[in-house]
């Protein structure tokens, strides 16, 4: 079990639990996990090309939403005028995150903490720490938020996995709530209908029982998301005619901090805790 470059030039590490067994990331570039080989097959998407153009959002990885997830329908920033607004799933994704490694645990702990670029956007001092510990067939994630402000502080957060997919004919989604929200018209809709869309592209919001999951029946695998409340809700998003389809855990909709709706509340000098793992299982 190690850390080393993998591409200076891209500034992207690996952390190797053996040859079958590895993921990349990039803590320039919000601290993404940009790929996951798991028992030597390629887990998520990734568009490296794009990736090389810094002008452009990425495409492909793990990139983590925080503190918002979606986007917010005001024009003007929540803190007053003298902030900026945030912008879509905020600003983590943006940033430059730090890494340490604990060899015991195997695990890979990245963290984010306050700075003058966040403080134009969002007036606390916070530390986010995500570890991540690589198994076989598994990537488990511990998430904490810590507030080190005296006033409570408002969070949002999530991940926006991007799953290799064979092709969306392939795809069998599994444990889905009979209705969900198209964000795109913003109307709540019958799921299955709105899955039948897929190669078209949708964006849709879910609320689950902390566990989502689908089956490529041609990559003859399935990828379950286990997500326990608060952060159980799932976005669905495709965008053809790329190969991948995104199952996010969200702890909140979009415009939570406006609305107030799942907000979620960190106290004074307090902590938020979530846990979600990726489980992949062969199909016979």
Known sequence: MQIKLSNKDLGIYVFQLDQNNYIKFCPKRGGVITNWI?????????????FMDKT????????????????????????????????QH?????????YSFK???????LFLNE??????????DFELRIEITLKINCLEFEIKIHNKTDIVMPVNFGLHPYFNVSDFKNLEFIDNPLNCQNQEKNIISNTLDELNNINLGVDLLMYTSGRSAFRDNFFKRQVTLNHPYPFDLRVIWSDPPRRMICLEPWTSPRNSFVDGFR?????????QKFDASIQIKSLK
């Open 103 to 109: 060899e015991n645990q195997k695990s890979l702990c």
């Open 56 to 87: 452009k959002s990425i495409r492909g990885g793990i990139p983590i939403l925080f503190p918002i997830c979606g986007n917010l329908n005001t024009s003007s920033s929540l803190f007053g005028k003298d902030y900026l607004q945030l912008t």
């Open 38 to 50: 798991s028992d030597g097959k390629e887990i998520l998407y990734f568009d490296e090309k794009r």
């Open 115 to 124: 700075s003058t670029k966040t403080k134009k956007y969002y007036p606390f």
């Open 90 to 98: 905020g600003f983590a994704r943006d940033l430059q995150w730090q």
């Open 263 to 271: 907000n979620i509340m960190v106290l004074p000098n307090g902590s």
